[in-house]
């Protein structure tokens, strides 16, 4: 079926996140001492590292359940230490209470956050919009804050580009309202040979985020180009929907990443460069 909507994340896929994070990444750790009563440089290092020791074993944990690689980009490792420093010094034992505490960090701290577009990302932005077809962004950034990056870039058409921010891309909960496509999602996906622990795919918060989207253009999964940075995040759900996806292949791109966008053939496609998404909507 002909692409007939692009979905695009924001954060690491057509910003540098490295460059735009770095800023972010010291405002974040000064609130979060200053809420843990102390300088806590020594453990924060600590923590990190044990992120990185392993794929399998650590990650951002929602419910006790891992929704994304802990170590994909400076926000996700600021959100993900910041939570195993809380529980370290007995600040905040309830999750529920830790997370509405690191959100609150975040969107604090993503006000610092750098303007930093990836070299083609006016040129990709007016590419798309010029082919008249609808393109959202959906973000788990606050939306004004995302609105007001992209007015700075000002691409041509940039008053047709609309952004859905606070997506909350890793909370897995039912969609409301209730959605015949949502409820056939199996809870998880098992990538055998590559990632140890399964994919969770039932993220309504996200879901319901392209259910508006799709509902005001009058599409759906199966004409949906998402492109996106993180599998986990970005596109796992919208391709067991039915969507096709484009992975924005970081740096550090994990391996199970790559191979399973792979895994979906024609539905798949991943590049380091942004201008690979235009030959999928011929």
């Not at 102390?38 to 951002?60: I, K």
């Not at 910041?82 to 999750?95: C, I, T, V």
Request: aromatic share 8%; charged share 25%.
């Amino acid at each position: 079926m002909a692409i007939a909507c692009v979905v695009l994340d924001f954060d690491g896929t057509f910003t540098d996140v490295l460059a735009e994070g770095a800023p972010f990444l010291t405002h974040f750790q000064q609130a979060l001492y200053r809420v843990l009563g102390q300088d806590a440089t020594a453990a924060w290092d600590e923590e990190v590292a044990a992120l990185h020791s392993g794929v399998d074993r650590y990650g951002w944990e929602v419910a006790g359940r891992i929704v994304a690689p802990a170590t994909a980009d400076p926000y996700l490792t600021a959100t993900c230490t910041a939570h195993r420093l809380l529980q370290r010094f007995g600040r905040s034992q309830d999750e529920a209470a830790r997370t509405d505490t690191v959100q609150t960090l975040y969107r604090d701290a993503y006000r610092h956050s750098a303007t930093a577009f990836k070299e083609e990302a006016k040129e990709v932005l007016e590419a798309l919009l010029a082919t008249g077809l609808p393109v959202a962004v959906v973000t788990n950034a606050h939306t004004e804050l995302v609105e007001a990056k992209l007015t700075r870039l000002a691409p041509r058409g940039r008053e047709r580009l609309t952004v859905y921010g606070d997506a909350r891309k890793f909370q897995l909960e039912d969609a409301v309202p209730k959605d015949a496509r949502f409820d056939a999602l199996p809870e998880a996906l098992h990538l055998d040979g590559v990632l140890g622990r399964p994919v969770y795919l039932r993220r309504g918060r996200y879901f319901s985020a392209l259910k508006r989207i799709w509902d005001a253009t009058h599409t759906g999964p199966e004409s949906t180009l998402v492109a996106g940075d993180i599998y986990e995040l970005d596109l796992a759900m919208p391709a067991a929907l039915g969507a096709h996806v484009q992975l924005v292949e970081r740096a550090n791109v994990l391996p199970y990443e790559r191979a399973a966008v792979e895994r979906l053939g024609a539905r798949g496609g991943v590049d380091r460069s942004l201008r690979a998404i235009l030959p999928r909507l011929r």
